[in-house]
Structure formats: structure tokens, C-alpha cells
């Protein structure tokens, strides 16, 4: 089983791209994917969703992307932009309590007009270079 814990970066000034309803958002992403078996929204400041799935963590991340711009199709908004899922595995021990627990995939939703420049604002490369190959992953929506 494959659990995120997911923080939403909506980097879209747009009308047309809203701030999402979590608790709406929780019932569609089970709904819309048949592969996300539970869902659960969060009652943290930064972690907004809990998410689980027997997909290996690249796969779920892709089909996390693929349905979140498909809720976003359904609702009307605009979808012209980059939906990344930037992930990366808990692999110490977590605080009693907290939401992203050792083992568990600490994901960063982000929705960008523009996919090069918001990595490089947050250094990504420097980002994935202290990690192994399998504790972190990146997916485009532009890829998929």
C-alpha cells in the first residue's frame, strides 16, 4: 500500500483555476480514480489530503495527475496549465500524531503556468540530489 500526504502549491492567478474544496475534492479524486482506495482530508496547515493506493508510487502519482485535471475539467476550469506531483519518501521517524508518517510519501501537488521556472525557484535539482533514485519522484502532467 502507497500512502501520500499532500500539500496543494497553486501557483495559477487565474479566475478560471480556483482554490479547491478538500473535502469535495477527497470524495471525487475516489471517485474519479479506480485505482486511489481511500481518501481523507487533513486537519494540518501545510498537509491537506491523505491519499492511498496498491500502485507503486511513480504510478500513483501519474494517475493522481491525470484525475486531478480531469476533476478540473468536470468543475469547468480552465486546464491549460502544469500539474506536477513532486514527491518524496518519509524515511526517518515522524512525530506522534503528524500526517506524514516514516514510510508515508510527503507530495506537493503544484499547479504552474510555468513548470521550468517554478523548479528552479524552489531548487528541485539541488532538492533531488540529496535523495536515492527511489525515495523521490517527479511527475508532469506535460509528460503524461
Known sequence: MTTF?????????????PA????????????????????AVLNHPHWKLSISSDLLPQDMAADLVQTW?????????????????????????ASPGAPLQEGYWGVDLVETPDEIAF?????WEALK????????????????
Not at 476550469?77 to 502544469?82: F, I, M, Q, S
Open 5 to 17: 500526504v499532500l500539500s496543494h502549491n497553486l501557483q495559477v492567478q487565474s479566475d478560471q483555476v
Open 20 to 39: 479547491l474544496d478538500f473535502e469535495l475534492l477527497a470524495q471525487e479524486l475516489k471517485s474519479l480514480s479506480k485505482n486511489i482506495s481511500s481518501t
Open 69 to 93: 485535471l480531469q476533476y478540473r475539467r468536470q468543475l469547468g476550469h480552465e486546464t491549460n496549465h502544469v500539474v506536477l506531483a513532486l514527491g518524496g519518501r518519509k524515511d526517518s521517524q
Open 119 to 123: 523548479l528552479q525557484a524552489i531548487n
Open 129 to 144: 540530489a540529496g535523495r536515492s533514485e527511489d525515495a523521490i519522484f517527479e511527475v508532469s502532467s506535460k509528460a503524461l
